[in-house]
């Protein structure tokens, strides 16, 4: 998949997403994703990375039979191939999520030093204020513990190998265990076009900080994020502006 920004594009590479959820049967969303070519296995709380899309408990999920979903290493337009098909059948299967749910999206930080890691906190503590906008409340600001606000927080708690420190809405942790990034800003959801643009936003974010990050200015608006992160022209791919256009409309949305 082509990412086309206003001075540089580059491809979706490689990725994974957690999805929070309650109201499921496991065995029948197993059964169901066999039935579309998804395999995917029960299995005890773990960190491990596996071949196949894994399910596992999770004691922050509130209501009957919660359960996170857990995609293995995904790429490109075959990788959201793949997460449109496991959404269509949490879909069918009356998965619900609430505000106890979260959406986690993994990049992989090829190349990425400790440098680049602090590169990476600058961008989204710039960036953090705007994306609450199209966040629900219990999303934004510092309100909730397991994502707490990465813009008062010390730099150490980003660089340093601590698992303690993973609980910001941009966890650099898993970096030194899994060598990703993850971003856990984002509500539950098992809507696709949710999923799929907070997936093409945090890659955008990432390809930021492979670049330079010279300016700690305050972005004041939702033109000023779009011109940062190089979104605001025409020339952008259909799925970038796909993207632009969905994130404009969420924000109108949720502050009516």
């Not at 503590?125 to 629900?136: A, G, L, S, T, W």
């Amino acid at each position: 998949m082509n990412i086309q920004l206003r001075d540089k594009n580059f491809s979706l590479g490689n990725f994974g997403i957690e999805i929070e959820m309650y109201n499921v049967n496991t065995t029948i969303l197993i059964e169901r994703l066999g039935a579309v070519g998804i395999t995917a296995r029960y299995e005890g709380y773990n960190h491990n990375n596996r071949p196949h899309w894994k399910l596992v408990r999770d004691g922050s999920i509130r209501g009957a039979n919660g359960i996170e979903l857990v995609s293995p290493k995904l790429n490109g337009q075959a990788g959201m191939d793949a997460v449109e098909k496991v959404c269509a059948v949490l879909d069918e299967i009356g998965a619900k999520v609430n505000r106890s749910c979260g959406l986690h999206v993994h990049h992989e930080a090829v190349g990425f030093t400790r440098e680049s890691l602090s590169k990476a906190v600058k961008v989204y503590k710039r960036i953090e204020k705007r994306v609450d906008e199209f966040m629900p409340v219990s999303r934004r600001g510092n309100v909730n513990n397991m994502i707490r606000s990465t813009i008062t927080a010390p730099d150490a708690m980003f660089s340093s190998h601590n698992s303690a420190f993973r609980y910001f809405k941009l966890n650099c942790q898993s970096f030194f265990r899994h060598g990703t990034i993850e971003f856990r800003h984002h509500s539950g959801t098992t809507d696709f076009a949710k999923i799929k643009n907070w997936i093409l936003f945090t890659a955008i974010v990432i390809e930021k900080a492979r670049g330079p990050v010279s300016s700690e200015k305050e972005l004041k608006r939702w033109v000023d994020l779009k011109w940062y992160l190089g979104i605001t022209t025409a020339n952008l791919s259909d799925e970038v502006k796909g993207m632009v256009k969905f994130y404009t409309d969420r924000r109108r949305a949720l502050a009516a």
